[in-house]
């Protein structure tokens, strides 16, 4: 797994983090600074949540990969760990996205390594499980569409009232993960996001088509031309 974070030094990493955490720091400062200066003491609510939503994963996700509750299959790609046979999965996150999308490609190119490495994340999660039958998948995306969906396995259901918040509240670390991943300014159409199901029988059972696709989109990547 190519991720920059992951492959730094312990030292490099708690480095990085500290840097965020100052910077967050400062930014919350000012913003209850002028807060009370103008009375508008909103503003000062709206940076912190904004602001703790953006830094977040950057925490959270190597904690969560130390202590195995989630797990990469890919540098996009994550689960969280089997719980009463279900494994929730995940695409990457603004941390992963900021590690790993090589900053040279332009925003097809980003597109098609997200989708890539969402595809070989998937590959290894059905080598790993293609003969305990019993295991059920469960994940939301705006990025993959219905019909790429289905045609690798997966049935499509709306979001609960649950989600739409979580997608809420997380919306500005939507927007930048959005904008990362096209290169430009994007506001990402929530409305698209879609639950995904399935079980890891309908995916083994497309398995040779998924393995294609994801073959397919890796030879259109520059680092593997």
Known sequence: MIHRFYNKTKKEQNKILITIAFCSLVIVILSIIISIYFKIYLIAFLIFAIILSIIAPFFDMPSLKKSGRMIYY????????PKNGLIKIHGGTLFDYYFVIDKKWNGKQRTKFIIQQYLEGL????????????????????????????????????????????????????????SIAKKQLSFPNLSRTKTFYTDIGQLVERKKYIENLNKSLKNTLPNNN
């Open 123 to 178: 590959l290894n999660l059905i080598e790993k499980y293609e003969n305990d039958e019993q295991i059920k998948i469960k994940g939301t995306s705006y990025i993959i569409n219905k019909r790429t969906a289905e045609k690798i396995g997966f049935k499509v259901d709306k979001i609960d009232a649950l989600q739409k918040i979580t997608l809420m509240y997380n919306y500005f670390n939507i927007l930048i993960s959005n």
């Open 74 to 81: 890919s540098s996009l790609f994550i689960t969280e760990k």
